[in-house]
């Protein structure tokens, strides 16, 4: 589905990521873990087009992308829900989840709205009701569902539980969980390593614009340094 084969970028003389290699095979949820400046997000914008590349390849599906502009990756499949949300304050929720089909544009359905509602009821509620006076749980849904009205082949997401209480974090998660299993690849960007292990089936782990470890669920929650480092056991 998604494979990154050696990519290194940055800006001007900056490396920020540095010889990365990595697979998400259709069907799965994977996460890229690490501390802050450790390279995630930068990690997003190289997938997304966004972040310079020096070298290396990018693929998704049987197409190398490497060098498709951004604004071209969301019609091979690609959506992204940014860190901050990002939300259209002053427009509707509904507004809101409309503009994530613009490249679609006569062929949104109302289908599409109502898998977003299924997905996420309480914005079904307040689908009149302008995004900045929304939780910032309630946020988060609305990017998402805007997200997934471009029908993407995979969803990227960048620190999804970031400033939610932990109830919201569990809530959020488990509509990550159903949209993978309404067979949409995930890849999912997150410092909280205790909750996105609960919800992944591998990840790698990055420090320095590098992937120090990658594995399964297991294999990362039992090892030491993580556990140490991230999991504070």
Same mark, same amino acid.
């Given at each position: 589905?998604?494979?990154?084969?050696?990519?290194?970028?940055?800006?001007?003389? !900056?490396?920020?990521?540095?010889?990365?290699? $990595?697979?998400?095979?259709?069907?799965?949820? %994977? &996460? =890229?873990?690490? +501390?802050?400046?450790?390279?995630?997000?930068?990690?997003?914008?190289?997938?997304?087009?966004?972040?310079?590349?020096?070298?290396?390849?990018?693929?998704?599906?049987?197409?190398?992308?490497?060098?498709?502009?951004?604004?071209?990756?969301?019609?091979?499949?690609?959506?992204?829900?940014?860190?901050?949300?990002?939300?259209?304050?002053?427009?509707?929720?509904?507004?809101?989840?409309?503009?994530?089909?613009?490249?679609?544009?006569?062929?949104?359905?109302?289908?599409?709205?109502?898998?977003?509602?299924?997905?996420?009821?309480?914005?079904?509620? !307040?689908?009149?009701?302008?995004?900045?006076? $929304?939780?910032?749980?309630?946020?988060?849904? %609305? &990017? =998402?569902?805007? +997200?997934?009205?471009?029908?993407?082949?995979?969803?990227?997401?960048?620190?999804?539980?970031?400033?939610?209480?932990?109830?919201?974090?569990?809530?959020?998660?488990?509509?990550?969980?159903?949209?993978?299993?309404?067979?949409?690849?995930?890849?999912?960007v997150e410092q909280n390593v205790a909750a996105a292990l609960k919800i992944v089936s591998r990840g790698y782990v990055l420090e320095a614009g590098r992937i120090a470890v990658a594995g399964t669920t297991a294999e990362l929650a039992s090892n030491d340094d993580i556990r140490r480092t991230y999991l504070g056991i």
């Amino acid at each position: 589905m998604l494979s990154l084969h050696n990519v290194t970028g940055g800006y001007g003389r !900056r490396t920020v990521l540095d010889d990365i290699s $990595l697979q998400v095979r259709a069907g799965e949820t %994977v &996460a =890229i873990l690490g +501390a802050n400046t450790a390279g995630k997000t930068s990690l997003m914008r190289a997938i997304l087009g966004l972040l310079p590349r020096c070298s290396g390849r990018i693929e998704f599906g049987s197409k190398d992308i490497s060098s498709v502009p951004a604004h071209r990756r969301v019609e091979h499949g690609l959506a992204c829900v940014p860190e901050g949300r990002h939300v259209f304050a002053d427009m509707t929720v509904q507004d809101n989840l409309l503009l994530g089909g613009y490249h679609r544009r006569r062929q949104i359905e109302q289908r599409d709205i109502e898998d977003c509602f299924r997905l996420f009821p309480r914005l079904q509620e !307040r689908q009149l009701q302008k995004a900045g006076t $929304l939780s910032g749980g309630e946020q988060q849904m %609305v &990017a =998402i569902g805007r +997200a997934l009205m471009s029908r993407p082949a995979m969803l990227l997401l960048d620190e999804p539980s970031h400033g939610l209480a932990p109830l919201m974090v569990a809530e959020v998660h488990a509509a990550i969980s159903e949209v993978n299993q309404r067979g949409i690849s995930v890849l999912l960007v997150e410092q909280n390593v205790a909750a996105a292990l609960k919800i992944v089936s591998r990840g790698y782990v990055l420090e320095a614009g590098r992937i120090a470890v990658a594995g399964t669920t297991a294999e990362l929650a039992s090892n030491d340094d993580i556990r140490r480092t991230y999991l504070g056991i």
